[in-house]
């Protein structure tokens, strides 16, 4: 299964108190579902804020959820979906010893979370255009509701966050290029690119929750 | 020579390895040098680095209770302003709680004697765990940029919506602590990683210690509160600097909301502080009272059930703050159900001391003392829990020396008992054990004097976080103060003779205790990789009627592929295992 | 038990498909109109169907040990705890328990 440029390489990468390679690649995949954990929880908080307000408020979501454009939002969902794809793709590419595939895939993840966040800096800047920003500064008339401005604090935070998220996910996969370039990755050690394809999966599954919820209220 | 079924799958040539009794190398004398010191990944060092931070934090935060004491020996103002009163309680309650008491254990004893207690090389991800106390140090240093830019006036709690109209630089602080969060988060992450993957040959999950199994109960807790805490302090950053709102009544928000954010974490962040100190508990009592633990798996699960039921109970710091009565009326039943796993952990310790060959030595006086005083912080913790006497109660003195009694009399004992405990294992050296035992009773006598006035004031109605009082209350507060003097003192004594220790102190054996536990298994302090042989567990920590020699069985060579050269020998280990 | 599982490439593009169909199906149960509370079960079921085929093939939970799943488990039931009990407050702050 190994190819002769892997075997040169193998065995540098275990670190000195794992036994073998597989003890250390299990460790690394636990580690990062732990913080996966953490990464719900971290939503979590603002899951918790969403529901509470929406409880009180309904038929404020209702009518903040028309300004907000469902083609975008389901635009996004699909480039997030494809990112995923590619993403799991990539991980196949790695363990199949493909290192053009694996940078292809990688750079197609990349340019679909710029898609996103473009889509996204196109969706914040028509908000701030109307006068819809957070909390206080709120300044627009269009909604018949006292606490508008508390669903776009919402709003604002959920996705806002979530975009870091990606950021911080375009980042790390500009990383695993420059490391797959220097062919770092191969069958027996592809350990960033599985676990940083978890985290960017997770991203994933947080949007896909975020787009019903926040877009889809009819 | 012995041959011995250590797993049911494959069996073992064992042969053993008795600790080195004059160690030539330990990971002190290698890789020296300050450089060294702040790039190591070895969890020793950390855990030394964290112990050194944790301590000057502790000696902060306790200068600043003195000088809250000193200020209310008279009812009126005598020496520090209102403003900076509010300000140094602030510091003494987040300094304590989020720079002490949350590391204290699992950062820093914790990372030390966690994979000593596995017998591996390390924890599972060594960079990480230096990268946590890096985070720990930023977090430190944006809390003092804002104390020295404005300081905070707000209780450790940050409620809002004071925390977002109030002056100085509340800002700065609640990143700090964010930012510490991870640091928090990261070692859970690592140690629940290594409690699963990198436990010797046969050391199966009921053959690891009790300190562990709290650990992994805390890591459990770290991974799964923190998180709730991050986006609390975010979306409180985000009110101060962009008034979102969502906590913020003049604007829609609902201050009770923050509350519930809040305590989310900060109820389950009490187990955070007080499970370790169960385990340490565990380990200390079944070592000198030379006998098996008394219901391991009832000790370990209650660890694990304090930590499930510390999720449900976090509106009881909120009877009184307008949530809903059908809310109050069911946390305040979950509160009650805490008082079952912790029972069941008084009733396992005590039933370990039963017929027990007791050695009254420092750790175990300090363990004496956690019982005493744990027991009364418990059970007063109960007595808030009930609705209608919290009524009367709440924000009083009353609820100040509760949680000073389990927090100082439950943690800091333990954490001193363990730190006695496990003080010749890190330097390789003892301490004066006279001066050691004068020190607990000085603490202990200093303790009760500082905080059993405040159940009494605080049952009268003396509120809490006030600077000026009525005078009827000035004897508690003068005798709470002359306590906390005697208190300091019997720091300044551990201060002493600690630091005479590492100086010239006597040299440790590997185990004075004579513990059967696997740390004590290699020498005292334990040399850069911790084991030099791979260790063999057949025999659970506290098998006391087992001899000595079946614990210090193990493998030849260290076979964990350590360095370039020895990667062929991973492959005849891994047909071993 | 291992987490070295290979997906083909045929299989992952199959579960990508699954995926924007069932994406297309969330938007389109808008185009009718379900009454209020069962529009949010239908949005928020074929969300967390969406997440348990991200997490099963993509992640390949699948294929992983049990605690990894038992990991994501957990931090849904603890999230569930955070949102019950906050909503035992906020739910009925107006209309207190009635008096005996």
Not at chain 2, 174 to 189: A, E, H, K, P, R
Not at chain 2, 246 to 269: C, E, K, M, N, R
Not at chain 2, 364 to 378: D, Q
Not at chain 2, 525 to 544: A, C, K, R, W
Request: with cysteine; glycine share 8%; proline share 4%.
């Amino acid at each position: 299964m190994a190819q002769t440029s892997a075997n040169v390489k193998k065995g540098d990468h275990v670190q000195h108190h794992f036994v073998d390679s597989d003890q250390q690649f299990e460790s690394a995949k636990m580690g990062m579902w732990i913080f996966l954990v953490t990464e719900i929880l971290f939503f979590g908080g603002l899951f918790l804020a969403y529901i509470v307000f929406r409880s009180w408020y309904p038929e404020l979501y209702l009518m903040a959820s028309d300004h907000l454009d469902t083609f975008w939002g389901a635009v996004n969902t699909v480039v997030l979906i494809g990112s995923s794809l590619t993403v799991a793709m990539a991980i196949r590419s790695a363990q199949l010893n493909q290192q053009k595939g694996l940078i292809i895939n990688l750079a197609i993840t990349i340019a679909l979370a710029c898609i996103f966040m473009v889509i996204k800096y196109f969706e914040y800047t028509h908000k701030f255009d109307l006068g819809i920003y957070p909390g206080a500064y709120y300044a627009y008339d269009g909604i018949a509701h006292d606490k508008a401005n508390i669903f776009f604090s919402i709003y604002y935070m959920m996705t806002g966050l979530h975009g870091i998220h990606v950021l911080i996910g375009i980042g790390l996969m500009i990383w695993l290029i420059v490391r797959a370039r220097k062919g770092h990755f191969h069958s027996e050690y592809y350990t960033p690119v599985e676990i940083t394809g978890l985290y960017w999966h997770l991203v994933d599954i947080i949007w896909i929750f975020l787009f019903p919820l926040l877009y889809l209220i009819d | 020579m012995a041959t011995s079924e250590t797993s049911n799958i494959k069996r073992l040539q064992v042969r053993r390895f008795k600790p080195e009794e004059n160690p030539k190398s330990t990971y002190l004398t290698e890789e020296t040098g300050i450089w060294a010191w702040m790039t190591t990944v070895d969890h020793k060092k950390i855990g030394l680095m964290y112990l050194a931070s944790i301590l000057f934090f502790f000696f902060v935060g306790g200068t600043l209770a003195l000088l809250l004491r000193t200020e209310l020996l008279t009812p009126a103002q005598s020496f520090i302003t209102a403003d900076t009163y509010n300000q140094i309680f602030t510091l003494h309650g987040a300094i304590m709680v989020f720079f002490f008491l949350v590391p204290s254990v699992p950062a820093a004893l914790g990372n030390f004697v966690l994979p000593l207690q596995l017998g591996c090389k390390d924890v599972a991800f060594p960079r990480v765990n230096l990268l946590s106390y890096y985070i720990y140090v930023i977090g430190a240093v944006f809390t003092l940029i804002a104390i020295f830019t404005g300081g905070v006036d707000t209780g450790w709690t940050f409620y809002t919506p004071y925390s977002a109209t109030t002056g100085g630089n509340v800002m700065m602080m609640t990143l700090g602590v964010f930012i510490l969060g991870f640091s928090s988060i990261l070692t859970g992450v690592n140690f629940i990683v290594t409690i699963h993957r990198l436990r010797s040959p046969g050391q199966t999950w009921n053959k690891i210690s009790l300190f562990l199994w709290s650990l992994y109960a805390t890591s459990i807790i770290q991974i799964l509160a923190t998180p709730v805490l991050a986006i609390t302090l975010l979306l409180l950053t985000m009110e101060r600097a962009l008034h979102i709102g969502i906590f913020d009544p003049a604007l829609g928000g609902d201050p009770v909301l923050y509350q519930h954010f809040f305590w989310f974490y900060s109820h389950p962040a009490v187990y955070i502080m007080i499970v370790p100190g169960f385990g340490i508990v565990s380990e200390i009592i079944s070592t000198f009272s030379r006998k098996h633990i008394f219901g391991y798996w009832a000790i370990a699960l209650s660890s694990l059930a304090i930590a499930f039921i510390g999720f449900l109970v976090w509106g009881h710091h909120m009877f009184t703050a307008g949530q809903s009565s059908l809310a109050n009326m069911v946390f305040s039943f979950l509160t009650f159900l805490v008082g079952i796993p912790t029972g069941i952990k008084i009733f396992n310790w005590v039933a370990t001391m039963y017929k027990g060959s007791i050695d009254m030595k420092t750790p175990m006086l300090y363990i004496m003392a956690f019982l005493f005083l744990f027991m009364i912080g418990g059970f007063t913790g109960i007595m808030l829990g009930s609705l209608a006497v919290d009524i009367h109660l709440h924000d009083t003195y009353y609820v100040v020396a509760h949680f000073h009694y389990v927090m100082m009399g439950g943690m800091v004992m333990a954490f001193l008992g363990g730190l006695h405990y496990w003080w010749p294992k890190m330097f390789g050296k003892m301490y004066n054990e006279f001066w050691a035992r004068i020190a607990c009773v000085v603490i202990f006598i200093g303790f009760n004097l500082t905080f059993l006035p405040q159940f009494v004031m605080g049952s009268m109605g003396m509120p809490r976080r006030y600077f000026n009082y009525l005078e009827q209350f000035q004897g508690y507060h003068q005798a709470s103060t002359y306590g906390s003097y005697i208190l300091g003192i019997g720091f300044l004594i551990i201060a002493a003779y600690l630091l005479h220790s590492l100086l010239r102190g006597k040299k440790a054996p590997p185990n004075p205790w004579g513990s059967r536990a696997m740390e004590w298994q290699t020498s005292s302090p334990p040399s850069l990789h911790n084991y030099e042989h791979t260790p063999v567990v057949i025999n659970g920590p506290y098998d006391y009627h087992k001899p000595m020699s079946e614990f210090q069985l193990g493998i030849e060579g260290s076979h964990n592929g350590h360095g370039e050269h020895q990667h062929t020998e991973t492959k005849t280990v891994e047909a071993d295992k | 038990m291992s987490g070295h599982h290979i997906s083909s490439a045929k299989f992952l593009w199959g579960v990508g498909i699954v995926l924007l169909v069932l994406t297309f199906i969330t938007v389109a149960v808008t185009w009718i109109e379900i009454p209020s509370p069962w529009n949010v079960v239908v949005a928020i079921a074929i969300a967390v169907v969406k997440a348990a085929v991200v997490a099963m093939f993509f992640m390949n939970l699948w294929w992983d040990t049990k605690f990894n799943i038992l990991l994501l488990v957990m931090s849904i039931i603890f999230f569930m705890i955070l949102v019950g009990i906050t909503l035992l407050d906020t739910l009925y702050r107006t209309d207190p328990i009635p008096s005996f």
